[in-house]
């Protein structure tokens, strides 16, 4: 049985004020909640949130890493400084990574070993955009991101990776996935794993992502494939974020 996941990815949305009233909410609300609630905060709150959520089942992610271990990248954060601030897991390959930030599918793959040989659980995120939907492409771009996490560190390697389906035409947009377009994708990403490791592939968490929100998160998370969902612009509100992981 595959457990529910629920990850909420504040992007670039955060204030000390306002991780303080939101962790505060969420914490006063875990009653119920049995699904696994992730927050993946900005590096410079990586501390605060580690302090609040401290005793708590809430569990702490960082949005992004460098590739290398350490040395001279200015600018740049190291899988080792994430986890030293308590953080288990880490979102790689979000779109908005990738679209403007340039982010190859190889540097991906990357941040994904990199995350790995740190002991953090890597969030992949992989999708279409809306013209390689209406192209008939989805599929095909799907497998080309997910094969080249595979093509670098092997099948085993999703033994430690939590997938994530985030269409990008769903992302920020209102636009979310039907069920059915989004358990199709699911199922083909499960599908794809089992063509080299079935047991893998029936126990890899595949997450949605892409205007999930308290309204349509029971829905998604209802489909077989749908372990869960990555949770943008409803995750930065702790009475819907709650609700969302009450739906899962
Ligand atoms: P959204 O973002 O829920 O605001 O669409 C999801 C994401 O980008 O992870």
């Known amino acids: 049985m595959r457990k529910t996941i629920v990850a909420g990815n504040w992007k670039m949305n955060a ?4 991780v303080n009233n939101l962790i505060g909410g969420l ?14 905060a900005p590096f410079p709150y990586l501390s605060q949130v580690e302090s609040l959520i401290s005793g708590s089942s809430i569990m702490l992610g960082a949005q992004n890493l460098n590739a290398n271990p350490k040395g001279a990248f200015t600018g740049e954060v190291s899988a080792n400084m994430i986890k030293d601030f308590g953080a288990q897991h880490v979102i790689v390959g979000h779109s908005e990574r990738r679209s403007l930030y340039g982010e190859t ?6 941040k994904t070993k990199a995350a790995l040989d740190a002991d953090l659980t890597p969030l992949l995120c992989v999708g279409e955009s809306l013209e390689e939907r209406e192209s008939g492409n989805t ?8 094969n080249a996490v595979i093509n670098l560190l092997g099948i ?11 269409p990008v035409w769903a ?5 979310t996935a039907t069920p059915e377009q989004a358990q199709s994708v699911h199922l083909f990403i499960r599908n794809l794993l089992a063509g080299s490791n079935e047991r893998i592939a ?7 992502g892409g205007s999930m929100n308290a309204g349509n998160a029971a829905d998604l ?9 990555l949770i943008g612009g409803a995750a930065l509100k702790a009475d819907d974020f709650l609700q969302i992981c009450k739906a899962g």
Do not use: N, R, W
Not at 202 to 208: A, E, M, N, V, W
């Open 15 to 18: 204030s000390k004020e306002s």
């Open 27 to 40: 914490l006063s609300g875990m009653g119920g909640v049995a699904t696994e609630v992730i927050v993946c």
């Open 105 to 110: 599918s190889a540097v991906v793959a990357e």
């Open 139 to 146: 599929e095909a771009v799907v497998e080309k991101q997910i």
């Open 156 to 166: 085993d390697a999703f033994d430690g990776i939590i997938i994530a389906y985030e």
């Open 171 to 175: 992302i920020g947009t209102g636009l």
């Open 202 to 208: 029936q126990k890899t968490p595949i997450l949605y």
């Open 221 to 229: 998370m209802s489909c077989s494939d749908i372990d869960g969902g």
